[in-house]
């Protein structure tokens, strides 16, 4: 039969403009997330991290924000760059060894800068 | 860079074949993590090494199989090979407990089934 490949949401932004990538995790226990950019052909790179005891993170450029009433995670990019272009993850722990265990990862989503 | 060294960078096979997949972990990281991606399914974890010992299991089939020497580094050995078995396949390694959680990617192994 035919191969049905993962449908990625799609998101398109303007250069300049701040973009915000979505993500619902799916395990209340999960007590770590981390987000990871992945160019095509290449391995996920990390971009930032936080615990479920924190509600929002800053890094250079990007802030995850997590809101565990709704299991939703979110980041956010500032003055998004045609080099930001790629298909982000999002990532749970499996296991309760806060963080250091294997991840479950969310579909993506594939980010387009234009210009 | 990572810092995560993955070898071969493609590996083409044949179906019932067997193949092995090598990984070098950052330096100092006693963590490797072994995880698929393919179009269908995404990126799944398949197993978890910590310093020699199996730590973690995910979605591993039992054709596959993984080790991590004394040196820390790991080897995927996939058996009786099928061609929904292609796919890439990363290695990860992190900090070890209480230095950080973060997993660093390598490049891949692309491994074609035909």
């Known amino acids: 039969g035919e191969s049905v490949g993962l449908h990625l949401p799609t998101l398109s932004v303007q250069e300049g403009d701040n973009s915000i990538i979505n993500c619902a995790y799916s395990n209340s226990a999960s007590d770590y997330f981390i987000w990871y950019k992945q160019e095509s052909g290449k391995g996920p790179q990390f971009i930032i991290d936080?615990?479920?005891?924190?509600d929002k993170r800053q890094g250079q450029r990007v802030t995850v924000l997590l809101n565990k009433t709704v299991k939703h995670l979110s980041l956010q990019i500032a003055a998004t760059q045609p080099g930001d272009s790629a298909v982000y993850l999002c990532?749970?722990?499996?296991?309760?060894?806060?963080?250091?265990?294997?991840?479950?990862f969310g579909k993506g989503t594939h980010l387009i800068i234009q210009p | 860079d990572s810092g995560v060294t993955q070898t071969p960078k493609h590996l083409i096979t044949a179906t019932g074949q067997r193949v092995t997949l090598r990984c070098s972990p950052r330096?100092?990281?006693?963590?490797v993590y072994w995880y698929q991606q393919s179009l269908d399914q995404g990126l799944q974890f398949l197993i978890q090494?910590?310093?020699?010992?199996?730590?973690a299991k995910g979605n591993i089939l039992e054709r596959f199989s993984a080790q991590q020497f004394p040196d820390l580094h790991s080897e995927l050995n996939l058996s009786s090979l099928e061609l929904g078995d292609s796919a890439l396949y990363f290695c990860a390694s992190s900090p070890n407990p209480g230095e950080g959680y973060e997993q660093y990617f390598g490049p891949g192994t692309r491994l074609t089934v035909t």
């Open positions: 990532a749970e722990n499996i296991g309760s060894g806060g963080g250091a265990d294997g991840l479950t």
């Open positions: 090494y910590y310093n020699g010992e199996e730590r």
């Open positions: 936080i615990r479920s005891n924190m």
């Open positions: 330096s100092g990281d006693l963590s």
